[in-house]
């Protein structure tokens, strides 16, 4: 939104203008299961596993916080980008 605002200059009023900003910060909690219960993610792997998901967060403008999980289960903690969280109809 674009509108115009006065403020005082040496005693007299200057009309200066101002553009609003939109700012959001979106934090976003995900859970992956492993479908299979067969399948285990294994402790020395987790690291590796952990540094891929969080150049897939990095690639995607998004900025991983916290990546952690047990045997199955892997739990992401991110602020998403503004580009996936406009809130547009696409």
Do not use: W
């Not at 900003?21 to 020395?44: A, D, E, G, T, W």
């Not at 995607?60 to 199955?72: A, C, T």
């Amino acid at each position: 939104m674009y509108y115009k605002k006065y403020r005082p200059v040496k005693g007299s009023l200057k009309k200066i203008n101002i553009i609003s900003q939109s700012l959001s910060k979106l934090y976003v909690h995900i859970i992956f299961h492993i479908k299979n219960p067969n399948v285990k993610i294994r402790k020395p792997d987790k690291g590796e596993l952990y540094s891929y998901i969080g150049s897939i967060i990095k690639d995607n403008k998004s900025i991983p916080i916290m990546i952690n999980g047990i045997e199955d289960y892997v739990h992401i903690l991110c602020v998403m980008s503004k580009k996936y969280c406009s809130g547009k109809a696409r």
